[in-house]
């Protein structure tokens, strides 16, 4: 089984950058595919990138695109999930989550391990 633990998200300004981690451990971590899950209040959970377990399929959810990047390195059991141009809306508390397989899904049944989530907050 595997464990996720997120780490990096904190206050930030509108238009600044944050990197949060994920760090795996108790599993295979080349052998599942990984994404990127936030939540703010009052809304539903939302996919915000994912990847595949080469690093080689990847997804965005359309309002992060050309902002945030997702990356994986496998020798470290780590997931990355690189913010820029960050914006108010971008508020939510970020979840790292994994499935067993190949490829990245944007749905968040498909997703079988889940950290506890790192609060991100950027202020306009």
């Known amino acids: 089984q595997v464990q996720l633990v997120e780490s990096g998200g904190r206050l930030v300004q509108a238009g600044g950058s944050l990197r949060l981690s994920c760090a795996a451990s108790g599993g295979s971590f080349s052998s599942y595919a990984m994404a990127w899950f936030r939540q703010a209040p009052g809304k539903e959970r939302e996919v915000v990138a994912a990847?595949?377990?080469?690093?080689?399929?990847?997804y965005y959810t359309d309002s992060v695109k050309g902002r945030f990047t997702i990356s994986r390195d496998n020798a470290e059991n780590t997931v990355y999930l690189q913010m820029n141009s960050l914006k108010p809306e971008d508020t939510a508390a970020y979840y790292c989550?994994?499935?067993?397989?190949?490829?990245?899904?944007?749905?968040?049944?498909?997703?079988?391990?889940w950290g506890q989530g790192t609060q991100v907050t950027v202020s306009s």
């Open positions: 990847i595949g377990w080469s690093g080689r399929n990847i």
């Open positions: 989550a994994a499935r067993r397989g190949q490829l990245a899904r944007v749905n968040d049944y498909d997703y079988a391990y």
